[in-house]
């Protein structure tokens, strides 16, 4: 058997950038704009990787809707300042899946809060599920992985802010030196 069957990251759509970063742009301090977009179709959590990549959409939907089975819990929010470490919450859930030799499956969920927009000092944030389905109830384990994963996805954030910070707007991609091998 395997250590786990899917890895899956749920959230906001990738589609929601552009529109926060524009209702950023023209903040008036009223939280009714944002509201009205948490509260469209398009602010619905979705699918936004799986590993191995579905095969069946129905499976995929399923664990949409297991990362957040209370549609109330995913809701966009403004902040103003982010907290140093984002809380991290553990859920866990069973599913059977099969009748003729129904076995269980185990859920590992992490939900955290990831950023959207940001403008200033205000930040659109979003929640976001990481979550491994198993036939093996090791979730310590399963969640360490989790845990591993999203502090790498963090570090890398953060090491692709500071290099955008330090790189001037407006300078060109450098030109190598001398010919290239393909010369």
């Not at 890398?156 to 290239?180: A, C, F, I």
Request: charged share 25%; glycine share 4%; net charge negative.
């Amino acid at each position: 058997d395997r250590l786990f069957e899917t890895y899956c990251v749920v959230g906001a759509p990738t589609t929601l950038q552009e529109p926060l970063q524009e209702l950023l742009a023209k903040w008036s301090g009223h939280e009714e704009n944002l509201k009205r977009l948490s509260e469209q179709d398009q602010a619905s959590p979705e699918l936004l990787s799986m590993y191995p990549p579905a095969e069946e959409i129905g499976r995929a939907e399923l664990l949409s809707s297991f990362c957040f089975a209370d549609r109330v819990s995913f809701e966009l929010n403004l902040v103003k300042q982010l907290p140093p470490t984002p809380k991290l919450q553990r859920t866990v859930f069973v599913m059977v899946e099969g009748t003729e030799n129904p076995t269980p499956l185990y859920g590992c969920c992490l939900h955290t809060q990831e950023i959207l927009a940001t403008r200033d000092d205000m930040h659109v944030v979003a929640p976001r599920c990481y979550c491994i389905v198993s036939r093996v109830p090791c979730l310590n384990a399963h969640f360490a992985l989790l845990e591993c994963v999203l502090w790498h996805e963090r570090k890398e954030r953060k090491v692709n802010t500071v290099v955008e910070t330090m790189v001037p707007r407006g300078v060109p991609d450098q030109q190598p030196l001398g010919p290239s091998i393909d010369d």
